[in-house]
């Protein structure tokens, strides 16, 4: 049982990180095709700072299943989400000292690779853990 509830769960998250690093390429061409090459870099800058530490925290949190390792679990939650965070504010804080001139396309494309888990579920109209 806790291992076919982790398969769904890292199936659901595996599609959720594939609709948010499609939704953040689809927003670097459109500034590649719109504005120009700085503009298109800044925003898969942003996408790295959307799309990496959510695949990390999914990695981490659905390495291990079981009722017996609730600990362990709880444990590889909670670490996982400090290294999230951690790894997202070292990537925008790099994009903003390399794209100084203009950080919008990448805070624009990030703030659109995290509206993905707000917006798929309403989509679907389906409940999170049947996408």
């Known amino acids: 049982m806790a291992l076919q509830i982790t398969t ?19 927003c670097a061409a459109t500034y590649y095709l719109l504005v120009d090459k700085s503009a298109a870099l800044s925003s898969l800058m942003g996408a790295i700072a959307c799309v990496v530490p959510n695949w990390y925290f999914a990695s981490k949190v ?5 009722a017996s390792r609730a600990r362990i679990i709880l444990r590889s939650f909670y670490i996982g989400q400090v290294i999230k965070v951690l790894i997202t504010i070292g990537v925008i804080c790099t994009g903003l000292a390399l794209f100084n001139d203009d950080p919008t ?11 993905v888990y707000r917006v798929v579920p309403l989509l679907n109209n389906k409940p999170l853990k049947s996408i």
């Open 8 to 26: 769904n769960g890292r199936r659901v998250a595996n599609r959720l990180i594939a609709i948010q690093s499609l939704v953040c390429i689809v």
């Open 62 to 66: 659905f390495a291990t299943s079981g």
């Open 105 to 115: 396309p990448m805070l624009l494309t990030f703030i659109l690779g995290l509206m």
